[in-house]
Each structure stands twice: as structure tokens, then as C-alpha cells.
């Protein structure tokens, strides 16, 4: 399966600190995006990222992407009680509008 | 409406009865997208509508499971002989035109609860 794993599955931080989420893919793609769920409910879309772009940002957001090593990871810096949610990456298999979303993980920002 | 709606929010119904699950996409967004989320799981691909064409069907666990989109607009996901392991949240997410580089717009989910 091209699914993507998000690492860690879990992960809880104090207000102020940074989160750095990892996910890892298996087939090549064309884009990634990264998206945040709040309280099991619809997602929200945060970022895309091309396979020919290595980092992008978007406010507190960074976003990597290693495309020889199958992986990207989201940094939110700065975090905040309000970033408390779920965190998925979405991955196209080779840039069809089929995206694969992993498993996600679970973040809380502790005020 | 400003965004993908859908209804019922929750659902709870007994095993063995259908049940039905509304999608409203945002307007002139001709892509269409149900999705099924376990307790703690990723979303996992049910079924994708593009305008006129046929839709890719590929990600239905059974054929119990079945969709459609009328006039191109509001989609409704049907569940047969409902299960218990059926029991999830069911998204529903629409694009402009489904590419690549498009981001997807969700709804806020169906809770069903199958007992």
C-alpha cells in the first residue's frame, strides 16, 4: 500500500515549543499536502508541496519534503493550545486526483 | 452554501437497515470524494466523482456500499445491511476540478454507529 505513516503517532508539547511531525511514503509522487483535523471532524487543508520543492513555508508552518528518501515532515513553530489536533499527510499516487492519507498524528499543546 | 455540507451529523441505526448519508459539495466544484475514518485511523478512499464521468469506485469495501451524484451536485452514500465494523465517520470532500495540485475541501463528516 502507498499509504502514508505519520511519526510520531502521538505527540504532546508545551505552548511555545515547536512540533516537528515525520510521515513516510513508499511510491513516488508528484505532490503532498498536509492536512489538520480537529476533534475527529473535516479536514483542513494547511499545505501543498511539489516533488520538485524541498521546503515551503506558510506562516508557522514548515514543510520538507525528501523525495529520495520517501518523507517530509511539517514543523509548526511557536506552538500554540489552539494547534491541538490531528496532523495527516495526503500523497497523490504519481499526481492523480487519488490521495492517500496516512495515519496521522495526534498533537496536544498544553497552555 | 460557503461549504461542503453534510447530514445527518450522527447516525445511529441497527444492524441490518440502510441507511443513507447526504453530501452537498461546494458550488461549481465538479470533484467529489467519500471517505471512511475509523476510531483513531487515517481516512480511507471509498469513491471519486468527476463531472460527467464514470466514477472510480475502486476503494467500496463491498457491494454493499454504493453512491451517486445527481446533476453533477449532492451525492448520497448508500450502506445496505448495515454491519457493525461499518460504524466510523463518513467525510466527504470536493475540488474544483479533482486535480493533482488541488486542495480538497471537507465536510464536517457522518458519525454512524451501528449497533
Known amino acids: 500500500s502507498q499509504q502514508g505513516e505519520e511519526d510520531p503517532q502521538a505527540l504532546s508539547i508545551q505552548e511555545g515549543e515547536n512540533a516537528t511531525m515525520n510521515c513516510s511514503y513508499k511510491?513516488?509522487?508528484?505532490?503532498l499536502q498536509w492536512y489538520r483535523q480537529n476533534s475527529g471532524r473535516g479536514l483542513v487543508h494547511l499545505i501543498l508541496?511539489?516533488?520538485?520543492?524541498r521546503e515551503k513555508h506558510s506562516g508557522r508552518l514548515r514543510v520538507t519534503l525528501d523525495t529520495s528518501k520517501k518523507s517530509s515532515s511539517l514543523l509548526i513553530t511557536a506552538s500554540r493550545a489552539a494547534d491541538t489536533a490531528s496532523y495527516f499527510c495526503?500523497?497523490?499516487?504519481?499526481?492523480?486526483?487519488?490521495?492517500?492519507f496516512g495515519t496521522g498524528t495526534r498533537l496536544k499543546v498544553l497552555a | 452554501g460557503a461549504g461542503v455540507s453534510q447530514s445527518p451529523s450522527n447516525k445511529v441505526t441497527e444492524k441490518g437497515k440502510d441507511v443513507e448519508l447526504r453530501c452537498d459539495p461546494i458550488s461549481g466544484h465538479t470533484a467529489l470524494y467519500w471517505y471512511r475514518q475509523s476510531l483513531g485511523q487515517g481516512l480511507e478512499f471509498l469513491i471519486y466523482?468527476?463531472?460527467?464521468?464514470?466514477?472510480?469506485k475502486s476503494g467500496l469495501p463491498s457491494d454493499r456500499f454504493s453512491a451517486e451524484r445527481t446533476g453533477g451536485s449532492v451525492s448520497t452514500l448508500t450502506i445496505q445491511r448495515t454491519q457493525q465494523e461499518d460504524s466510523a465517520v463518513y467525510l466527504c470532500?470536493?475540488?474544483?476540478?479533482?486535480?493533482?495540485?488541488?486542495?480538497?475541501?471537507f465536510g464536517p463528516g457522518t458519525r454512524l454507529l451501528v449497533l
Open positions: 508541496i511539489r516533488s520538485n520543492e
Open positions: 470532500a470536493s475540488s474544483p476540478r479533482g486535480g493533482a495540485k488541488e486542495t480538497q475541501y
Open positions: 495526503a500523497t497523490d499516487a504519481g499526481g492523480t486526483y487519488k490521495y492517500i
Open positions: 466523482f468527476q463531472g460527467n464521468s464514470a466514477p472510480d
Open positions: 511510491t513516488s509522487i508528484n505532490n
